[in-house]
């Protein structure tokens, strides 16, 4: 079973800078994708930014050019920095890993974590 744990919403100011983390526990080997997406109130989750372990990275197009998106393998740690906030962003932020390999030889898909709220103030 794979835990995410996030960390770091918070409340900001429209321009303003927040950075997500996320980390991954329980008996892994290895994952293919770790990402974000983020559900407002009314509106259906969306991708914010998904990486592979190879270090692809994918954006939602809302996000293109102030998100940025890292990931540690080795520590199964993955990173969100969000610049230029807007009002829009506010949010709940969830973590998400994908095709997990697992120490006993299983796999799972689609873990999430509990969430972050983001709430940026205009």
């Known amino acids: 079973q794979v835990q995410l744990v996030e960390s770091g919403g918070g409340l900001v100011q429209a321009g303003g800078s927040l950075r997500l983390s996320c980390a991954a526990s329980?008996?892994?080997?290895?994952?293919?994708?770790m990402g974000w997406y983020r559900q407002a109130p009314g509106k259906q989750r969306e991708l914010v930014a998904a990486?592979?372990?190879?270090?692809?990275?994918n954006y939602g197009d809302s996000v293109k050019g102030r998100f940025t998106i890292s990931r540690d393998n080795a520590k199964n740690t993955v990173t969100l920095q969000m610049n230029s906030l807007k009002p829009e962003d506010t949010a709940v932020y969830y973590c998400?890993?994908?095709?997990?390999?697992?120490?006993?030889?299983?796999?799972?898909?689609?873990?999430w974590g509990q969430g972050t709220q983001v709430t940026v103030s205009s």
């Open positions: 998400n890993a994908d095709r997990i390999a697992a120490t006993d030889g299983s796999r799972s898909y689609h873990s």
């Open positions: 329980g008996r892994i080997v290895s994952i293919y994708v």
């Open positions: 990486i592979t372990s190879g270090g692809t990275t």
